[in-house]
């Protein structure tokens, strides 16, 4: 029998890469790609009220799932820029101002209370209760009907605007108008 003898290895003699010489190459690669991307911002108009406009509907859709759970009556003051939050005080019936709000993450987008049909007002728009307030939160899940217009302060085009629509009852829908 006959034995053939491997040829011996060095470190002098393998071929490849050291880790050191990867970790460089990988840093080089990293400077390259963050000089190169681009960082991510709405710039574009339409987004911008669409993304306010999502957040105004889970605010709201929060405040009322809020009110039933808590079982607190709440209410809310619309105005151009922000939306405000009131609790209903039983004992002196009175509507105490809350630190929450909401406020649109752009600098140009509004938002507007359009009044819906009185025919199709619940008891809760009636009430002399809900007059303070623009909307009003029952702890039944209930709330007063409402629209809401959510556009660009300085757009004259079609849409960039949309529309929350809430009917006192069933969950609030939003569409493109």
Same mark, same amino acid.
């Given at each position: 029998?006959?034995?053939?003898?491997?040829?011996?290895?060095?470190?002098?003699?393998?071929?490849?890469?050291?880790?050191?010489?990867?970790?460089?190459?990988?840093?080089?690669?990293?400077?390259?790609?963050?000089?190169?991307?681009?960082?991510?911002?709405?710039?574009?108009?339409?987004?911008?009220?669409?993304?306010?406009?999502?957040?105004?509907?889970?605010?709201?859709?929060?405040?009322?799932?809020? %009110?039933? *759970?808590?079982?607190? +009556?709440?209410? /809310?003051?619309?105005? !151009?820029?922000?939306?405000?939050?009131? @609790?209903? #005080? $039983?004992?002196?019936?009175?509507?105490?101002?809350?630190?929450?709000?909401?406020?649109?993450?752009?600098?140009?987008?509004?938002? %507007?209370? *359009?009044?819906?049909? +009185?025919?199709? /007002?619940?008891?809760? !728009?009636?009430?002399?209760?809900?007059? @303070?307030? #623009? $909307?009003?939160?029952?702890?039944?899940?209930?709330?007063?009907?409402?629209?809401?217009?959510?556009?660009?302060?300085?757009?004259? %085009?079609?849409?960039?605007?949309?529309?929350?629509?809430?009917?006192?009852?069933?969950?609030?829908?939003?569409?493109?108008?």
């Amino acid at each position: 029998m006959r034995c053939i003898a491997k040829p011996s290895s060095s470190f002098s003699q393998q071929k490849g890469f050291t880790l050191l010489e990867l970790m460089v190459v990988l840093v080089i690669i990293g400077s390259l790609l963050g000089m190169v991307t681009v960082a991510y911002q709405v710039d574009d108009d339409e987004e911008a009220v669409r993304l306010d406009a999502q957040s105004v509907r889970l605010f709201i859709q929060h405040q009322i799932d809020q %009110s039933w *759970l808590d079982g607190k +009556t709440l209410g /809310a003051k619309v105005s !151009a820029r922000e939306i405000n939050l009131f @609790e209903f #005080d $039983l004992d002196n019936e009175v509507w105490l101002e809350t630190e929450f709000n909401w406020e649109p993450d752009s600098e140009q987008v509004e938002v %507007s209370l *359009l009044l819906s049909d +009185t025919e199709k /007002a619940g008891d809760i !728009a009636k009430s002399s209760l809900a007059r @303070e307030v #623009d $909307l009003a939160f029952v702890a039944s899940g209930e709330y007063s009907p409402f629209k809401l217009n959510i556009r660009i302060i300085d757009d004259t %085009s079609d849409g960039h605007s949309f529309l929350l629509e809430g009917d006192g009852v069933n969950a609030l829908e939003l569409s493109e108008n």
